[in-house]
């Protein structure tokens, strides 16, 4: 796995970590906004959810199945 990780919604300025308290991608999204604007951050979103890590590599295999 590589060094750089993703640990945020850039568009909502918003932290994996603070995210993480909503308990769900939809919920997440309703109140901040997040993985709504550009969307770039929306598979690290899902899987982020689905595994409760709060960093994840920038190129995690796992990835492609939350596209």
């Known amino acids: 796995m590589g060094e750089t990780k993703v640990d945020r919604c850039a568009c909502v ?3 994996f970590e ?3 308290d ?3 991608l939809e919920d997440a999204q309703a109140s901040s906004g997040c993985g709504l604007e550009c969307e770039g951050c929306l ?3 899902k899987l982020m959810f ?3 890590e709060t960093a994840i590599d ?3 295999p796992r ?3 939350y596209n």
């Open 13 to 15: 300025n918003r932290t």
């Open 18 to 20: 603070e995210l993480k």
């Open 22 to 24: 909503f308990g769900s």
């Open 43 to 45: 598979p690290y979103l």
């Open 50 to 52: 689905a595994s409760g």
């Open 58 to 60: 920038l190129d995690d």
């Open 63 to 65: 990835l492609k199945d």
